[in-house]
T-cell receptor
């Protein structure tokens, strides 16, 4: 069964600190992996999208990694800011007949001043 | 400005009263999709459309209908809403199904 699991479920860190969020997936056949940021009550916003051949991609202070062999991805946030408080969602696209998108439940990140 | 718009943003209705939530995008995207989001759960796909006149069921299609008569619009129809359809709904679009999706602002629906 295609699944995406994220950890931790929630995380609280102090402003200025770094953090890493994890995403493990069992999706086949794999097409790409995406990270989204969702502020409470708002639509998700794309951070990165990575294909099989990409193992690192950055977007400002956000850096995503992908290990297609172990089916793991991480999102690293550097020098966190209060505006980073949000849910971070990992989504894996399956290249099957349904073009299925499998959504993780997200990690809720809270940045404290 | 490139965007996905949804209307209405908030709606309170009663059981059984048909309603439509509109979704429109101005980016000439082929792929459009509807999601619902409930507290503590991730986004769940209701329906998607690969292009005009082509729609398919997502993970939770029961109780919903969609149509894609033109590229820019993808309305979500609830023929007979029930309280379990109370949720936050998002419309999204992308150039193709494998590209990043752009989301609308959301529609918060309450069915009494």
């Amino acid at each position: 069964k295609n699944q995406v699991e994220q950890s931790p479920q929630s995380l609280i860190i102090l402003e200025g600190k770094n953090c890493t969020l994890q995403c493990n997936y069992t999706v086949s056949p794999f097409s790409n992996l995406r990270w989204y940021k969702q502020d409470t009550g708002r639509g998700p916003v794309s951070l990165t999208i990575m294909t099989f051949s990409e193992n690192t991609k950055s977007n400002g202070r956000y850096t995503a990694t992908l290990d297609a062999d172990t089916k793991q991805s991480s999102l690293h946030i550097t020098a966190s800011q209060l505006s980073d408080s949000a849910s971070y969602i990992c989504v894996v696209s399956a290249e099957d007949s349904n073009y299925q998108l499998i959504w993780g439940a997200g990690t809720k990140l809270i940045i404290k001043p | 400005e490139a965007q996905v718009t949804q209307n209405p943003r908030y709606l309170i209705t009663v059981t059984g009263k048909k309603l439509t939530v509109t979704c429109s995008q101005n980016m000439n995207h082929e792929y459009m999709s509807w999601y619902r989001q409930d507290p503590g759960l991730g986004l769940r796909q209701i329906y998607y459309s690969m292009n005009v006149e082509v729609t398919d069921k997502g993970d939770v299609p029961e109780g919903y209908k969609v149509s894609r008569k033109e590229k820019r619009n993808f309305p979500l129809i609830l023929e007979s809403p029930s309280p379990n359809q109370t949720s936050l709904y998002f419309c999204a679009s992308s150039m193709e199904h494998y590209n990043e999706q752009f989301f609308g602002p959301g529609t918060r629906l309450t069915v009494l």
